[in-house]
């Protein structure tokens, strides 16, 4: 890390502020880190609820046959495989992610093959998206938007290139609403989860920002705002295991 960080804009990586110009290589570092064993550690660490609340979340996006469907930080594609799914052949599904290596494991994993061959996968920044505008009849976001350096410019950028009308849904993870609920899910995030993580994946820090990241993500009322601000209509959220985790959906406005 460079030793400018006092002197230019700053981000937040999980609860260390770091310059700007920074974040996304040190966030594409971690993601190479524990990219070969992203999904088991996801299906370890949530106990396999992240498949339901990925399912929740596309029921809420009502993709059609022959919809053309954006997956911005796809990663190893959960959601990209869902969506081809509901869209069919005659739909079209693009995974949008700047890690190669994310990409690569998800583009090769055995399960789910025949879907995944239909995915077309395309690497960069989800804050520049390389589409034109109005493109997407659909646009998904899991797990991905906390990882930005600016957040609003991602959804900026979600919400241009969607048709008018078109739909959208962001899944992230929040802040149980119980109390105990609470408490207990802090323990196990800032105690448990880096241990498991440096176990299995030898990066503790990975494990470290996630907790961090999702301290530092805007409650589900504060994110609805910041979506309307943006343009999108509709708005309305879900939450998901106490609110462990939120799924937001919107449209553009026709
Ligand atoms: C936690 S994973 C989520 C993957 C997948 N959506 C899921 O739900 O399992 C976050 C993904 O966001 C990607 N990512 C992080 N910053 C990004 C950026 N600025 N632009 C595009 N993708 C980014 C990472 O490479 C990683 O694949």
């Not at 448990?192 to 009322?221: H, N, V």
Request: some cysteine.
């Amino acid at each position: 890390m460079s030793n400018n960080v006092e002197k230019e804009d700053t981000a937040n990586l999980g609860f260390t502020k770091v310059a700007k110009s920074e974040k996304d290589l040190l966030v594409a570092r971690y993601f190479d880190s524990v990219a070969r064993q992203y999904d088991f550690m996801n299906t370890l660490l949530s106990f396999g609820i992240h498949y339901l609340w990925k399912h929740t979340s596309m029921k809420m996006l009502r993709l059609k046959p022959g919809e053309k469907v954006i997956d911005i930080c796809g990663g190893t594609g959960d959601l990209s495989v869902m969506a081809r799914k509901a869209v069919g052949k005659s739909g079209e599904v693009f995974l949008f992610d700047i890690n190669r290596e994310m990409m690569l494991v998800g583009k090769y994993k055995s399960v789910n093959s025949e879907y995944r061959k239909q995915i077309d996968h395309v690497q960069g920044n989800a804050e520049k998206l390389s589409f034109a505008d109005n493109t997407f009849d659909a646009a998904m976001v899991g797990f991905g938007i906390r990882n930005l350096t600016n957040m609003k410019q991602g959804f900026i950028e979600m919400h241009r290139v969607l048709k008018p009308g078109g739909r959208m849904i962001c899944l992230e993870f929040s802040r149980p609403v119980s109390r105990m609920f609470r408490f207990l899910y802090d323990k196990y995030s800032f105690y448990i989860m880096p241990q498991i993580g440096r176990l299995f994946t030898g990066s503790q820090s990975a494990y470290t920002y996630l907790p961090e990241s999702i301290r530092l993500f805007p409650m589900p009322d504060e994110l609805s705002k910041i979506l309307e601000d943006i343009g999108f209509i509709d708005v309305r959220y879900k939450r998901l295991t106490n609110g462990i985790a939120v799924v937001h959906a919107g449209r553009k406005k026709q």
